[in-house]
C-alpha cells in the first residue's frame, strides 16, 4: 500500500533505497553494514526492497592507484567496471549474514524509456523480487554515462520505482533533509513535508553534492522525487545513517514527498514532474 506519511512506511510493500557514491565508498565503505541491516529488517518483514546503489567509480579509485575521482570519460567508465564489482562483493558479502542473495542489475535511463528493454528489466525485477532476492540497481556505465556526466542515479531510481509500481521511494544521501536554504548557511531550516505539486516557490537548492566522490546534489534529488510523487511513488529524502529509522516509519526525520493520489503512466508522470 503506498504511505500517505511517514508513519505508515510500515504499510509499503515495495520499497526503492537509492545511496549515494559518498555514503558507501571510501572512508564511508564502513556504511555498507548499517545500510544492509535496515534493508534485512524490511526484507525480513515481508517487504520487497529494491537498492539504487552509485559508488562504482569512488569505490575504483584506490584499486586503480588513483589520486582522486578520474576526470577524463574512459578511465571513469573503466574505473566503473572495476569498482562495480568490488561494490557488489562488498553488498553480497554484507548480505550474507542475513542470507539474502543480491541481484545485479545495471540499467539506462533510456532502457527504461523504450518499450522492448522496459519490458525487459520489469520482467527480471519482477521474477528477482519473486524470488526473494535483492536487486541492486547500478548505471550501465560502460554504455550509458548520464551519472558520471550529471550525477543522476536519483534520477534512475525514480524510473525504477516507476517502473515496478513501487510504494516508497527513499533518497539517502549525507545532507539528513531538504533545507529552505543549503544547510551549512544561517536561517536553513529543514522541509518535513512537501505537498504534491508544490513547486517550492522560495527555496535554495543546490546542485552539487558535498563529500567530493559524489556528483549529485539537492538539485537531482528534488527532480527525482517529483517524477516518482507523479507516478504515485511516495518519497523520503534522508541521510545514510538514517535509514534504519527512516524504514521504521519514525516521524519528524527527512523530507517527505505526497504521492499523486493515483499511479500515473509513464508518460503522464513526466508530464507533471
Ligand atoms: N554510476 C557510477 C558509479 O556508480 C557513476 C557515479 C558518479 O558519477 O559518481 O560510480
Redesign the pocket.
Known amino acids: 500500500m503506498t504511505p500517505r506519511r511517514p508513519a505508515d512506511i510500515l504499510t509499503a510493500n515495495r520499497i526503492v533505497v537509492k545511496v549515494g ?1 559518498s555514503s558507501v565508498s571510501g572512508d564511508n565503505a564502513g556504511q555498507i553494514d548499517p545500510l544492509v541491516d535496515a534493508l534485512a529488517a524490511a526484507h525480513a518483514r515481508g517487504t520487497e526492497v529494491v537498492l539504487v ?7 575504483a579509485i584506490p584499486f586503480l592507484d588513483l589520486e582522486g ?1 578520474p576526470t577524463d570519460l574512459a578511465t ?1 567508465q573503466a574505473a ?1 567496471a572495476v ?2 564489482n568490488v ?1 557488489m562483493w562488498r553488498y553480497q558479502t554484507s548480505l550474507d549474514r542475513h542470507g539474502i542473495l543480491a541481484g545485479q542489475v545495471l540499467l539506462t535511463a533510456g532502457d527504461l524509456e523504450n518499450q522492448t528493454p522496459r519490458q525487459n528489466a520489469q520482467r527480471a525485477m519482477e521474477r528477482l523480487l519473486g524470488l526473494r532476492i535483492l536487486p541492486i540497481v ?2 550501465n ?1 560502460t554504455v550509458a554515462t548520464h ?2 556526466r550529471f ?1 543522476d ?1 536519483d534520477r534512475l531510481a525514480a524510473l525504477v520505482a516507476e517502473l515496478i509500481g513501487a510504494d516508497l521511494l527513499v533518497l539517502l544521501s549525507d545532507v539528513d533533509a531538504l533545507y529552505t536554504k543549503p544547510p551549512h548557511l544561517p536561517g536553513a531550516e529543514r522541509i518535513a513535508n512537501v505537498a504534491f505539486g508544490d513547486a517550492l516557490a522560495g527555496v535554495e537548492i543546490g546542485s552539487v553534492g558535498r563529500a567530493g ?3 549529485g546534489g539537492a538539485e537531482t534529488k528534488v527532480s527525482a522525487a517529483r517524477i516518482a510523487a507523479a507516478s504515485g511513488t511516495a518519497v523520503l529524502i534522508t541521510a545514510t545513517a538514517l535509514v534504519a529509522d527512516a524504514l521504521e516509519g519514525r516521524e519528524q526525520l527527512g523530507t517527505w514527498f505526497e504521492p499523486a493520489a493515483r499511479r500515473h503512466t509513464a508518460g503522464e508522470a513526466r508530464a507533471l514532474s
Do not use: F, M, Y
Not at 53 to 59: F, K, L, Q, V, Y
Open positions: 557514491s546503489s552509485s559508488g562504482a567509480i569512488a569505490t575521482r571513469q566503473a569498482g562495480q561494490l547500478n548505471e556505465d551519472e558520471i550525477g542515479n566522490v559524489g556528483t
